[in-house]
């Protein structure tokens, strides 16, 4: 696309663009210092190139290549992978607080159980890729922090798919095939499962 006053463009559309940001990390943009915006302006400015009318609305076009420069982000800057339950124990075996960890991975145990998943089945589900770990770990994050998913987990005892794909851009199969996974690291947060917690290395 070409503009008389590409600058000016790219100004007036700042508003847009911010929420779009807040729309994928859920938290308040800090216009002066924010990583996030400098990502989604350069991923803007790039497809101002790129966009034809081919691609359909120019908005929603850019929302969405927006969206995955975020995410690729995000995935980038992971720093830690998704484990089974029984791997983290083993870990702590030879930990002091083996005790405080036991008493909390049956507790955590017991809310698994409520949505229909057990240790079993998240060993059987576990992801092989390190990249797949950690875009699962990023998505269930970024879902913890939508207090409507979040309460919709909670009283029908699954995640919205279809609201997930349309929100955050992951697809409804990939969201299908890691749906244990992702809802026990959301379980975690929301419960404050602390040794869970403490391993993903993210606090909330």
Sequence with gaps: MVYDDRDKFIKDNIPF?????????????????????GIALE?????????????????????VVIKNKLIDHIRKQ?????????????????????AIVRQELMRYKEILKGYGISYELL????????????????????????KQMVQHLKEKK???????????????????SHKHTIVAIILAYE?????????LGYER
């Excluded at 484990?83 to 030879?94: F, G, L, M, P, T």
């Excluded at 770990?133 to 939508?146: G, H, Q």
Aim: aromatic share 10%.
């Design 43 to 63: 991923a803007f400015n790039d497809l101002l190139d790129t966009y034809d009318e081919e691609k359909g609305n120019f908005y929603s076009y850019a929302k």
């Design 17 to 37: 663009i911010i929420k779009t940001i807040v729309g994928v990390t859920k938290r308040y943009v800090e216009v002066e210092n924010s990583e996030e915006l």
């Design 191 to 199: 419960y404050n499962i602390q040794c869970v917690i403490d391993y």
């Design 123 to 146: 060993a059987s589900h576990k992801p092989v890729h390190k990249h797949t770990k950690n875009i699962i770990l990023e998505l269930a994050l970024i879902i913890v922090k939508n």
């Design 158 to 176: 699954r995640l919205p798919i279809t609201q997930i794909n349309k929100d955050y851009g992951a697809s409804v199969r990939f969201i299908k």
């Design 78 to 98: 992971a720093r830690v992978t998704v484990v089974s339950i029984e791997e983290y124990h083993a870990i702590k075996e030879d930990s002091d607080n083996e």
